[in-house]
């Protein structure tokens, strides 16, 4: 999981709920991204962000928000507009090197939303 | 949107034999990466191969890149029970975008 960290594993909470998912990492990396993984399928794109104080939306963005304050970190809120939130979320980060980007990622946090 | 699709969506082989997974994309590369993913757990790059190469090699692991097709294919000879895992792949955007598009992928089971 490389120096990626992603808090809690698991996360339960009430369906209405607010919910900020934790990524954090310590390889200087410049880009930082998220994802939704639902059962037996690929990852999705949320967001994504190249430079601290900047991000883009991804594939599936409606629902959650993202802050990068800080180089090393970038949240995740899952807020009451997101309709089906239950999933696996998975944070990564990247840098360039010799032209090509390859991706870190944490061990991801499970969300239950009852 | 999906920009690598992996054929077959699942594979079960004998411990032993070699399996083989095949990934095809839509737009121009500059890369094509392939992952694994161990159930529950977070995604471990394996390969990464340029869009000017069209074979490269890691230990049990030989990654193939047609670019006239559109399509790359990952083989891991010599299959262990401990392969059993999810294998994904991604492209790049060859117009700069920092970002990757991972396929649905494979999951393949090693029996012993």
């Known amino acids: 999981d490389g120096g990626i960290t992603q808090s809690p594993k698991y996360l339960f909470r009430k369906e209405g709920q607010n919910v900020t998912l934790s990524c954090e990492q310590n390889?200087?990396?410049?880009?930082m991204y998220w994802y939704r993984q639902d059962p037996g399928q690929g990852l999705r794109l949320i967001y994504y962000s190249q430079i601290v104080n900047d991000f883009q939306k991804g594939d599936i963005a409606e629902g959650y928000s993202v802050s990068r304050e800080k180089k090393e970190s970038f949240p995740l809120t899952v807020t009451s507009a997101q309709k089906n939130p239950t999933a696996f979320y998975l944070c990564a980060s990247s840098t360039w090197t010799s032209g090509k980007r390859e991706q870190y990622f944490g061990p991801g946090t499970r969300l239950t939303v009852t | 949107s999906q920009q690598g699709e992996e054929d077959p969506q699942a594979l079960s082989i004998q411990e032993g034999e070699n399996a083989t997974m095949n990934c095809s994309y839509k737009?121009?590369?500059?890369?094509l990466q392939w992952y694994r993913q161990n159930s529950g757990r977070g995604l471990v790059h394996l390969i990464l191969i340029r869009s000017n190469e069209r074979e490269k090699h890691s230990g049990r692991l030989r990654v193939t890149l047609d670019t006239s097709k559109k399509s790359s294919s990952l083989l891991i000879t010599a299959s262990r029970a401990a392969d059993t895992a999810s294998y994904f792949c991604?492209?790049?955007?060859?117009?700069?975008?920092?970002?990757?598009?991972f396929g649905q992928g494979t999951r393949l089971t090693i029996n012993p």
């Open positions: 737009t121009s590369i500059n890369n």
């Open positions: 991604a492209t790049d955007d060859a117009q700069g975008a920092q970002k990757l598009v």
């Open positions: 390889l200087n990396h410049d880009a």
